[in-house]
């Protein structure tokens, strides 16, 4: 099969790679329909995180059942199925508590020499690590750009609404116009029917996006007093604040419009934060929440949202390309020439 494998900075190949079969009883192998670029990628990509030459690349894919293992009970050959970002087994005291991403068993793609951007993927844990799709997403080709935003950024960006406290008919901020912030202006609006929606990001297509996504003021964070103009929209502050970049400068933003009281979270993964504002957190009382979306447990009620169209997050693909051109898709993502990459079959 082919698989996206990293060798260095700005460097990941297609190759042929023997196909992945089952390990154990508790595996699946699924056929990849749909893979995507992850923002988080790039920070690998470009050099900043650390990574070993010959690591598989990718944690976003849907697909179709090919094998099962002889302890998989929940799922059967031919099912079409979404993969959270993490695996997890279903049975710890963590994944009892919809906290997944901290299974006592679980790992992420890429281990093993296992990552999502390829043809085929085995699945450890796959009863409690994989859900399968609707029938409305599973026979319609259009709703798979959809069902591959939930592995990550749709799941994460609810994530980010959700531990922020985002209420119906309430006020939320959320900083950052990359997949996760779209995603996560889509489910304050869409699913948490929040009234008053700032999108904060510097790329005027992307917050164009944001406003169609159901955000009701769209700012530019270059912009000077951007701070200021936020605090003055909402009067003190926002109660809801979601971070989805990961920089200093945006968690320095996000604890300057908080409302005193309210809740930060943060979901963008941290690099390059070397301060966080600590006391202007304790100052306001703020709470300050978030960290990695345990995805797997929102992912049966954002299946459900899909297919009823009350959500439509594939939107944030703005580029589609074959497998065998997935270090394109990384060069655009990089270059800012894209938002969000859908991969498809060769």
């Excluded at 993490?86 to 299974?103: K, V």
């Excluded at 169209?309 to 703005?318: A, L």
Aim: with cysteine; net charge negative; proline share 4%.
């Amino acid at each position: 099969m082919k698989a996206t494998v990293y060798h260095g900075t700005r460097d990941v190949r297609v190759e042929t790679v023997p196909d992945p079969s089952i390990l154990a009883p508790t595996d699946a192998i699924v056929r990849v329909t749909r893979a995507a670029i992850c923002g988080s990628d790039l920070w690998f990509y470009r050099g900043i995180t650390p990574w070993e030459p010959g690591e598989r690349t990718g944690h976003e894919f849907v697909g179709v059942i090919e094998a099962i293992g002889s302890d998989v009970r929940s799922l059967k050959i031919g099912d079409a199925v979404i993969a959270p970002f993490a695996i997890s087994d279903g049975t710890c005291e963590f994944c009892h508590l919809g906290l997944q991403t901290s299974c006592l068993h679980g790992d992420f793609w890429g281990s093993e020499k296992n990552g999502g951007q390829a043809e085929m993927v085995r699945v450890p844990y796959a009863d409690g690590t994989l859900v399968k799709m609707s029938d409305v997403m599973a026979h319609d080709d259009a709703m798979l750009a959809h069902a591959a935003t939930l592995s990550d950024v749709m799941g994460t960006g609810h994530h980010g609404a959700v531990t922020a406290g985002t209420k119906r008919g309430g006020t939320v901020v959320v900083i950052g116009d990359g997949a996760v912030g779209l995603c996560a202006v889509h489910s304050a609006a869409k699913l948490l029917d929040a009234e008053h929606i700032i999108a904060v990001g510097h790329n005027a297509h992307r917050l164009e996006l944001a406003r169609e996504f159901g955000a009701t003021t769209i700012l530019n964070s270059h912009d000077d007093g951007v701070a200021e103009t936020i605090l003055e929209l909402t009067k003190g502050g926002s109660p809801s604040v979601v971070e989805a970049v990961g920089n200093q400068e945006s968690l320095d933003l996000a604890v300057a419009v908080a409302r005193p009281g309210g809740t930060l979270t943060f979901v963008g993964v941290p690099h390059n934060v070397e301060k966080p504002d600590l006391r202007g957190i304790f100052l306001k009382n703020v709470s300050l929440r978030g960290g990695l979306a345990p995805v797997r447990a929102y992912l049966e009620d954002l299946i459900a949202a899909t297919s009823a169209k009350r959500i439509t997050p594939g939107r944030v693909f703005d580029l589609e390309l074959a497998i065998n051109d997935t270090p394109k898709g990384y060069a655009a993502m990089d270059e800012r020439r894209a938002i969000k990459v859908l991969l498809r079959p060769n």
